[in-house]
């Protein structure tokens, strides 16, 4: 059974610019979550999405934005990078997010802002 | 708001010896997990502990849940080089959904 899947694993983007991310969840899960994890300020939460929908969403600033499509592949998109954006981006996937489900992260997708 | 700490945030152990990693949370909440992860490595899934006293084993490593202390615990028996990593705990408050509160990992060093 495939794991949780993210592309690009790596890229470089300069200031200013935008990025897209890319996460396919295993077969079967609904719910679909983006982590950023620093070395300053560790694993912080994004936002979940649950059928197309988001249902949680984490302290960051608008140019952090997501979406879920119909068969519940994700996107997470910041505009106007920033330096501070240089992070491990994770996606991680559940059956529904709901209480008790194992919640399995991707390889992740490194992004260096320079 | 929900805040997760771990101690210690290092640990350094001699193989063989036995040692806890100790994640206190803030509010109450009965989900709680632990995962792994290994350096330049995505997070590994280790326990998810879902109630009062839970109690799960995995080889060497057992977590446990109490929620009346708001403490989870995770046990390493006899330790090997192979469990050298980072660890992390995780807590869920959330009523639909999920939203996970990370602690700050715990850097577990295995010497031969």
């Known amino acids: 059974k495939a794991g949780v899947t993210q592309t690009p694993r790596y890229l470089i983007k300069t200031r200013g610019q935008q990025v897209t991310l890319s996460c396919s969840p295993i077969s079967g899960h609904r719910s679909v979550s983006w982590y950023q994890q620093t070395p300053g300020q560790g694993l912080q939460f994004l936002f979940e999405?649950?059928?197309?929908?988001?249902?949680n969403k984490g302290n960051f600033p608008g140019r952090f934005s997501g979406r879920q499509f119909s068969n519940s592949r994700s996107e997470m998109n910041v505009s106007t990078l920033e330096l501070g954006d240089s992070a491990l981006y994770l996606c991680?996937?559940?059956?529904?997010?709901?209480?008790?489900?194992?919640?399995?992260f991707g390889e992740g997708s490194w992004l260096t802002v320079v | 708001e929900l805040k997760v700490e771990q101690n210690p945030l290092f640990l350094s152990m001699q193989e063989g010896k036995n040692y806890t990693i100790y994640c206190n949370y803030s509010?109450?909440?009965?989900?709680l997990y632990w995962y792994r992860q290994d350096p330049g490595k995505s997070l590994e899934s280790l326990f998810v502990l879902l109630s009062n006293g839970a109690v799960k084993q995995e080889g060497r490593l057992m977590a446990s849940l109490d929620t009346k202390a708001r403490l989870s615990t995770l046990h390493i028996t006899a330790a090997v080089h192979d469990l050298s990593a980072t660890y992390f705990c995780a807590v869920d408050i959330e009523t639909s959904g999920s939203r996970l509160t990370f602690g700050e990992g715990t850097q577990l060093t295995v010497n031969p």
């Open positions: 509010t109450t909440s009965d989900r």
């Open positions: 999405y649950f059928s197309e929908t988001q249902r």
């Open positions: 991680a996937s559940s059956l529904n997010g709901n209480s008790g489900n194992t919640i399995y």
